[in-house]
């Protein structure tokens, strides 16, 4: 079984559109992350959620918005899609403060 | 805030050549850190992890990598790569106290030559 799992995987649409990617992980860890990799392969951490709630958003634009619906679901949408938004968007969880991360495949997402 | 450094951004050796990538990191507290793996087209492994005790870590697929404290830096290193070890390789750093935020370094691709 797959422990973060995202869908989709692959993501291709055009600007001004709205989109969604989807994160579950079946770990039971209390904290999920989203991660942009950009295409210089630089990763950096968007959001972060304890147990359902908001702790780390990092300066991201507010066409960005995550949604927890329970500890095990972190899901990402993104409103007016723009072509500075193509980029692998990674999942992850982890069991708690300091401890190892374990990320989703990633959702490749490229805005024509 | 931390920060990471990986002041290799490309590196290509030959198969059976040895293998040492940078990693220093800024943070005066504790830290807990990470060698993360990234293969082509796929997302991020945990190669290694430091949280405590004996600086020289052992990794899968036969990484390993030391912590020396006074140098802050975190070098991964490999006897001898294979082909297969072709990846982008990234550092990572958690400080305590940091809000559960992993703070990566930009990156090492490392091409291993058949």
């Known amino acids: 079984d797959t422990a973060v799992s995202q869908t989709p995987k692959y993501l291709v649409t055009q600007m001004g559109n709205d989109k969604s990617i989807k994160c579950e992980q079946n770990l039971g860890h209390d904290t999920m992350y989203w991660y942009k990799q950009d295409s210089k392969k630089f990763l950096k951490i968007m959001f972060s959620y304890n147990n359902k709630e908001l702790i780390i958003n990092e300066t991201v634009p507010n066409r960005f918005s995550p949604k927890s619906p329970d500890k095990a679901h972190l899901n990402l949408h993104i409103n007016s899609l723009e072509l500075g938004d193509s980029a692998v968007y990674f999942c992850?969880?982890?069991?708690?403060?300091?401890?190892?991360?374990?990320f989703g495949e990633g959702s490749w997402l490229t805005v024509v | 805030a931390q920060s990471v450094s990986q002041h290799n951004h490309h590196v290509i050796l030959s198969e059976a050549a040895s293998l040492e990538l940078g990693c220093n990191y800024s943070?005066?507290?504790?830290?807990?850190l990470f060698w993360y793996v990234q293969y082509p087209g796929q997302h991020l492994q945990l190669l290694l992890k430091?949280?405590?005790?004996?600086?020289l870590v052992k990794g899968i697929k036969g990484f390993e990598a030391e912590f020396i404290k006074s140098k802050f830096s975190f070098n991964l290193r490999k006897p001898s790569v294979q082909w297969s070890d072709t990846a982008e390789y990234f550092c990572?750093?958690?400080?305590?106290?940091?809000?559960?935020?992993?703070?990566f370094g930009s990156g090492t691709q490392l091409t291993v030559l058949p």
């Open positions: 992850a969880s982890s069991p708690g403060d300091g401890n190892t991360i374990y």
């Open positions: 943070y005066g507290g504790t830290v807990n």
């Open positions: 990572a750093v958690n400080a305590w106290g940091s809000a559960r935020q992993l703070t």
């Open positions: 430091y949280f405590s005790g004996d600086p």
